[in-house]
């Protein structure tokens, strides 16, 4: 069993490519939540609150492990304990169905305020969730590639 030392391989935890991929998750959700919470009244909507909920829980996760990250590249060594790349796995899996899910939602609602002509929601706010919602997918975009590449580093293993 080996516990560190070796490349990690492209965009699996402790390289360089999982480090931009985390960073890209992090920078992307954060749109998200501000463009959903702040200014706007999103909690009309539970699709919307559903959408503030899984970026809540993505932002943590892609910013512990992109200090995980960080490190392993600092220290010269991939991390390769197979319990925590199992947890890591796993976690991007949920998270990245949940973040899909959430986008999906949001978007839907968006799409059905729309058809109204714009009656139950100002220019404003739907530009706002439009952002919110796009940022979103491009955060489940990075999320469900980290977890195919540590999918993938974990198989071969």
């Keep these: 069993m080996d516990h560190g030392g070796g490349r990690a391989g492209a965009g699996a935890v402790g ?5 931009g991929l985390r960073v890209g998750q992090a920078v992307f ?3 998200s939540l501000l463009f959903m919470s702040v200014g706007v009244e999103f909690f009309s909507y539970t699709a919307f609150c559903f959408l503030v909920t899984i970026m809540g829980l993505v932002i943590p996760w892609s910013c512990t492990l992109a200090m995980i990250d960080v490190y392993s ?8 304990v197979p319990g925590v790349m199992f947890v ?8 990245s169905i949940l973040s899909f ?3 999906c939602s ?3 609602v968006i799409d059905l305020l729309l058809q109204f002509h ?13 952002l919110s919602a796009m940022m979103a997918f491009l955060s489940w975009f990075l999320t469900a590639a980290s977890a195919l590449f540590n999918f993938w580093f974990l198989a071969s293993r």
Aim: proline content about 2%; aromatic content about 6%.
């Design 15 to 19: 390289s360089a490519g999982s480090l």
């Design 29 to 31: 959700s954060s749109a």
């Design 73 to 80: 590249i600092f220290m010269g060594g991939a991390l390769r």
């Design 88 to 95: 890591v796995v796993v976690g991007d899996c949920v998270l």
């Design 101 to 103: 899910a959430a986008a």
């Design 106 to 108: 949001s978007a839907a």
């Design 118 to 130: 714009g009656s139950h929601c100002s220019p404003r706010f739907c530009g706002r969730y439009q």
